[in-house]
């Protein structure tokens, strides 16, 4: 059961220009870009409590009625993030090269599998949907994520700036929804983005019946409502309408869509499903700085078997990449928890902070920005040498498109061979050269580091350890246990739990006077 965990497992998937970032629950985004150049797809938010943010699919059952109140919406998210349905089954399964999410309940199964292309900067999903009751089924289905297509940083000092340079473009013909980012300055490169419909598999009789999409989010989500909810007049559209005339925000017709102030990457699917009948979806997400390489791609994806292939092959290069990194059992699984913590502020052991609080600028003397995230690790003996290789060689193979610093402190007794300092300095210059490391070892003797450079280490890692002989799969399954019998220790504290009831659509503001008195 994946409800309730205090530290989600956290996957990168692809090893090129287009990564992406898949959480056990369904959170996530994409990146893409040459390294020091990357820039978001879809917009992702540091956020471990709550991570509602990512590529989201949502189910509807045409026939079942809704009111428009948010405790009674019959939207069911795919995955467990960010609407699960209240008696809804979910799981995941996170491979090197694949994340498989399962979801079932209401007499529906749904089996969704995302991975990205090798040869091409396009993440694919493939979902299945089956109707296992007795009665035929008319669903809605949407898929839907909020463009950035600009640097995380900017995005996050900037977000409503940001979305004035975003256009949409709806090609019924191509089922395909394209988006491209103006340029700001004349040396600054326009980056363009498509969210299409590649493939569709019927079984049993099922048959999609409408493609439409919507660049709004006002249209989508609710008033006030908390991101990912479904709650707008294209949330709440019942059958007749969606087969009928045109829902408020919906478009069928090729041209420019108004994305007004929040800007949204959706996607509306009417399909219908007799008892015992299947559909099969691939959806894509590509990114490119030409039109023209996008157009050439969705006409390659609409051939079945190139998807198949590219599958097949993302999943031969995953295991080339981690038998080749020699991981001990159990190294991966432990591994996924320890990008959570990277890519994350998770809750750490609270530590004394002086009245004058800390210079960060006493890591730039040893190269270290203090910027990216920090794995802090002391070392006294050759077991701790070969769990810090170990380590390098999984940050490596779960293909992090972030750099990480690996700070080492050399507590190794002074001697006149000192064998542990000469294989972490061999081991920071081999990291140094490796081709695409985004790993940066530093070694610091831990006898000649200052209060001040201490203290900021300690206050900025995500991570921190002493390499005591234990191997590395045990050291990170120890981590995720310190934050679960945290979590246990807060539930029982009998922490209060506070629901916020958003305002259904179209209901006047409540009365309310500003007195600067």
Not at 395 to 421: I, K, N
Request: with cysteine.
């Amino acid at each position: 059961d994946l409800r309730g965990r205090a530290l989600p497992a956290t996957a990168w998937l692809g090893q090129g220009r287009l990564t992406a970032l898949v959480r056990e629950h369904g959170g996530g985004t994409l990146v893409w870009g040459e390294p020091g150049r990357q820039v978001l797809v879809s917009r992702w938010r540091d956020d471990l409590a709550q991570d509602l943010h990512g590529h989201h699919l949502h189910l509807r059952d045409l026939d079942t009625p809704w009111t428009g109140a948010p405790d009674s919406s019959p939207w069911r998210s795919l995955t467990l993030q960010p609407t699960p349905g209240p008696q809804w089954r979910y799981g995941c399964r996170l491979h090197p090269a694949s994340a498989q999410f399962t979801a079932e309940g209401e007499g529906l199964q749904a089996r969704t599998e995302v991975w990205v292309a090798v040869e091409d900067d396009v993440e694919l999903r493939r979902i299945t949907l089956r109707n296992v009751s007795t009665r035929p089924r008319r669903l809605a289905l949407a898929s839907s994520f909020e463009p950035v297509l600009a640097p995380a940083r900017a995005d996050l000092a900037h977000p409503a700036f940001g979305k004035l340079f975003l256009q949409a473009r709806w090609a019924p013909e191509q089922q395909a929804l394209h988006w491209q980012r103006l340029p700001r300055s004349p040396g600054e490169a326009s980056v363009h983005a498509v969210h299409a419909l590649v493939g569709a598999e019927p079984e049993g009789g099922a048959h999609l019946q409408r493609v439409r999409a919507a660049a709004d989010r006002s249209h989508w989500g609710a008033r006030g409502g908390v991101t990912g909810q479904p709650g707008g007049a294209i949330a709440q559209a019942g059958a007749q309408a969606l087969l009928g005339a045109d829902v408020a925000g919906l478009c069928s017709a090729a041209g420019a869509l108004d994305t007004g102030n929040d800007p949204l990457s959706l996607l509306h699917l009417v399909l219908h499903l007799p008892p015992g009948a299947s559909l099969t979806l691939t959806l894509a997400t590509a990114a490119a700085h030409e039109p023209q390489t996008l157009e050439h791609l969705l006409d390659k994806l609409r051939q079945p078997a190139l998807c198949e292939s590219s599958l097949t092959l993302a999943h031969t290069m995953a295991a080339v990449r981690t038998q080749g990194a020699a991981l001990a059992p159990g190294a991966w699984r432990a591994g996924l928890a320890l990008q959570t913590l990277l890519t994350s502020q998770a809750a750490r052991e609270a530590l004394p902070l002086p009245e004058q609080g800390f210079e960060r600028e006493a890591l730039w003397r040893h190269g270290i920005s203090g910027d990216d995230p920090i794995l802090l690790v002391r070392v006294a003996d050759p077991t701790g040498v070969a769990m810090v290789r170990e380590l390098c060689a999984l940050l490596q193979a779960q293909g992090s498109p972030w750099p990480v610093d690996v700070v080492v402190l050399d507590a190794e007794p002074p001697s006149y061979l000192a064998p542990v300092s000469r294989a972490l300095r061999s081991l920071a210059e081999q990291q140094r050269h490796a081709l695409g490391g985004r790993c940066r070892v530093h070694v610091l003797a831990d006898e000649s580091v200052g209060p001040d450079t201490r203290l900021a280490l300690n206050l900025l890692a995500r991570v921190r350890w002493f390499a005591d002989g234990r191997p590395l799969a045990q050291q990170l399954e120890r981590l995720g246990i310190a934050h679960e019998q945290a979590a246990k220790a807060r539930r029982s504290a009998g922490a209060t739990r506070v629901t916020a009831v958003t305002a259904r659509p179209g209901l006047p503001a409540p009365a309310s006077r500003f007195d600067p008195g």
